[in-house]
């Protein structure tokens, strides 16, 4: 049985949610000299199912190898990447407020796929679990939309939006796991981190 895992995010959402679920944890972050956000790269024509599951599994690898690298004491790691779909149409980060601005404008009265994708790595192979959760936005008035990007919380943020913030007062409906729009879903968390022997 393992006592720890790594977390291999920078997400204070996933740590919470780890904190949660009585998992003790350890940051296991990228290094100056990682390109982690190459990792998030999309690619012309690739769905957000087969995006997100990819990149969570190049974020395990490079976590993998950076383990060994440091030469830390062997422990599961964990990885998690979320991505917005509306449609075939992968919303991640914002660039700008301009970007924020028009993926909220976009998803104003709309139904959207939050999808988030966990891997985790026990030693001896790779776990993974993908929840896809429907979330559906009313209409979104121009002034909510334009105070909304003036605090920032739309970056750093797929979608340009976190469910958890004064935004969640203008979601209706969710159809899924509300963790798993928040980043980490914390029922196929568990059944890894279980498989993986982590004991919580």
């Given amino acids: 049985m393992h006592d720890i895992v790594y977390l291999a995010s920078q997400s204070p959402r996933r740590r919470q949610l780890l904190d949660q679920l009585g998992v003790r944890h350890e940051l296991l972050l990228p290094g100056p000299d990682e390109d982690a956000e190459a990792l998030e790269a999309t690619r012309v024509g690739e769905a957000p199912r087969d995006y997100v599951e990819r990149a969570t599994r190049a974020k395990l690898q490079a976590a993998r190898a950076r383990l060994i690298a440091r030469g830390l004491p062997p422990a599961p790691i964990l990885c998690s990447d979320t991505t917005v779909a509306l449609g075939r149409r992968i919303l991640g980060k914002p660039t700008d407020a301009h970007d924020a601005t028009a993926t909220l404008r976009a998803l104003s009265g709309r139904l959207h796929h939050v999808l988030t994708a966990v891997a985790v790595w026990d030693g001896r192979r790779s776990l993974f679990a993908l929840s896809?959760?429907?979330?559906?936005?009313?209409?979104?008035?121009?002034?909510?939309?334009?105070?909304y990007v003036a605090s920032g919380e739309p970056f750093g943020k797929a979608g340009a939006y976190a469910i958890q913030s004064s935004l969640g007062g203008w979601i209706p409906t969710i159809r899924g796991s509300y963790s798993g729009i928040m980043g980490l879903p914390l029922y196929e968390t568990t059944q890894l981190l279980r498989q993986a022997r982590v004991r919580f």
Avoid: G
């Avoid at 896809?132 to 105070?147: G, N, Q």
């Fill in 132 to 147: 896809d959760s429907a979330v559906r936005f009313a209409e979104l008035p121009e002034a909510v939309i334009e105070a």
